[in-house]
């Protein structure tokens, strides 16, 4: 217990001439007998704090960026009101910058016998999770001039998932596979290889589709419609390695790839294919196979929010083999990782006839919009420099795409507010052309 009304004390006697009182506690209390009898009776009357009973409810997981309330429960089992000041203390990442003192701050007042409720409420900057510290409660005598402080520790976690801001994206995408799926009318030809249903010509239509038997037997011209491929296999891969820690517009690229799988995930379950995850430096970190899809999303979700980027280089070998064990059947790949030149053709080149040979695959990378706009610049000697070492960047980039797609990779390169709807094109291409 700490007595911190000792400074108070000593301040209210501070107007008293000097040479009356000693400094010294022992002559503060001499000089003083009566104030000292105050102080006494004020600490004996603060609500003792180690016989409290706090227990916690709340939210346990939130997405990034939203809030999360966490409600303490305090109970005063003592026969003195308790009067109060209380922090509730979570790690920094768990606040808004400048904004931890007001939230984790609070004052109560708990009659003897009752509880009351406090609300903390979190606004987390990092995905993953948050595991409270400590309570500290400082309870005060009726005057206010001692104090008794004790600390619970009072256990809870909150999981911070990834945001999916890519989500905005998904009825767009929905309605164009719903157009692959044949449910909306449209003048082309039904796109796929698995044949749907018949139907009657409208102008426009490719005139390949048309059912010559069908036709003959009706008065109408017939034509077939198609629908994309169900079931199919999609193995999600993020390479954790130390390319993907890299910031892209104030966050790193692994984020902006977990963002486009989410998107990507979301689509290939309704389309009712199958969607694994597999994240992968130099050993698994994470891994979620035979979800139905009601479930997939979730729990990729949850997969995620704890991983974090690993400052080691990816061994492709080894995430070769786990996507291969993962996947042991025809699947489509999709290998979300960098497009620097020397992590691909030192390490994905040499393994990559493996997976195209048995598998489609589909490289997804995060461009840096800052290196276009470098490209653009002009008015200065440093900004012409800029400009050449940027488009520099940008040949190597793509002479390593144009690399993959000579050995029959798919490769989808955009910025991280435009990686993910192109991902999602990606595939719909892929389904539409049959190649899944």
């Given at each position: 217990m700490a007595l911190t009304g000792r400074t108070a004390l000593i301040a209210a006697l501070g107007s008293l001439p000097i040479g009356i009182w000693?400094?010294?506690?022992?002559?503060?209390?001499?000089?003083?007998?009566?104030?000292?009898?105050?102080?006494?009776?004020?600490?004996?009357?603060?609500?003792?704090?180690?016989?409290?009973?706090?227990?916690r409810s709340g939210d346990t997981t939130a997405r990034l960026g939203d809030p999360a309330d966490i409600t303490l429960t305090i109970?005063?089992?003592?026969?003195?009101?308790?009067?109060?000041?209380?922090?509730?203390?979570?790690?920094?990442?768990?606040?808004q910058p400048g904004t931890e003192a007001e939230a984790s701050r609070h004052h109560l007042t708990v009659p003897p016998g009752e509880r009351r409720r406090i609300t903390t409420r979190l606004r987390p900057t990092r995905r993953g999770d948050h595991h409270t510290d400590r309570v500290t409660i400082r309870s005060f005598g009726p005057l206010g001039l001692f104090s008794r402080q004790?600390?619970?520790?009072?256990?809870?976690?909150?999981?911070?998932?990834?945001?999916?801001?890519?989500?905005?994206?998904?009825?767009?995408?929905l309605a164009r596979l719903r157009e692959l799926d044949g449910r909306t009318s449209v003048l082309t030809r039904g796109e796929g290889t698995e044949f749907d249903s018949l139907r009657e010509y409208v102008p426009g239509d490719d005139t390949r589709s048309i059912d010559w038997r069908a036709t003959a037997r009706h008065s109408t011209v017939a034509v077939r419609t198609w629908r994309p491929e169900r079931d199919r296999h999609i193995l999600l891969v993020l390479d954790t390695g130390r390319t993907s820690a890299g910031r892209v517009d104030d966050?790193?690229?692994?984020?902006?790839?977990?963002?486009?799988?989410?998107?990507?995930?979301?689509?290939a379950s309704r389309a009712g294919d199958r969607v694994d995850l597999l994240a992968y430096d130099r050993r698994v970190r994470a891994?979620?196979?035979?979800?139905?899809?009601?479930?997939?999303?979730?729990?990729?979700?949850?997969?995620?929010?704890?991983?974090?980027?690993?400052?080691?280089?990816?061994?492709?070998?080894?995430?070769t083999a786990a996507a291969l064990r993962t996947a042991p059947r025809r699947s489509l790949i999709v290998l979300l990782t960098t497009?620097?030149?020397?992590?691909?053709?030192?390490?994905?080149?040499?393994?990559?006839?493996?997976?195209?040979?048995?598998?489609?695959?589909?490289?997804?990378?995060?461009?840096?919009?800052?290196?276009?706009?470098?490209?653009?610049?002009?008015?200065?000697?440093?900004?012409?420099?800029?400009?050449?070492?940027?488009?520099?960047?940008?040949?190597?980039?793509?002479?390593?795409?144009?690399?993959?797609?000579?050995r029959?990779?798919?490769?989808?390169?955009?910025?991280?507010?435009?990686?993910?709807?192109?991902?999602?094109?990606?595939?719909l291409a892929l389904k539409a052309a049959g190649r899944l």
């Open positions: 000693d400094p010294s506690w022992t002559g503060i209390l001499a000089v003083n007998a009566p104030l000292a009898v105050a102080c006494a009776c004020d600490f004996a009357l603060a609500a003792p704090v180690r016989r409290l009973g706090l227990t109970t005063n089992p003592s026969g003195r009101p308790l009067r109060a000041h209380l922090r509730d203390a979570w790690p920094p990442s768990s606040w004790g600390t619970h520790k009072v256990p809870w976690t909150v999981r911070v998932l990834p945001p999916f801001t890519s989500r905005k994206h998904l009825p767009s995408k966050a790193p690229r692994l984020d902006a790839s977990m963002d486009a799988a989410l998107l990507l995930a979301a689509l891994l979620v196979q035979g979800r139905t899809a009601r479930d997939v999303l979730p729990s990729l979700v949850n997969a995620m929010a704890t991983l974090e980027p690993e400052l080691v280089e990816t061994n492709a070998r080894g995430l497009l620097d030149a020397s992590p691909v053709e030192e390490g994905l080149l040499p393994v990559l006839p493996q997976l195209t040979q048995r598998h489609t695959v589909l490289v997804a990378s995060v461009a840096d919009p800052h290196i276009a706009r470098m490209a653009t610049s002009r008015g200065n000697v440093d900004a012409v420099y800029e400009a050449a070492a940027a488009a520099q960047a940008q040949t190597e980039r793509h002479r390593t795409a144009e690399q993959l797609r000579r029959g990779v798919t490769v989808v390169d955009a910025t991280p507010e435009e990686l993910a709807p192109a991902l999602a094109d990606a595939y």
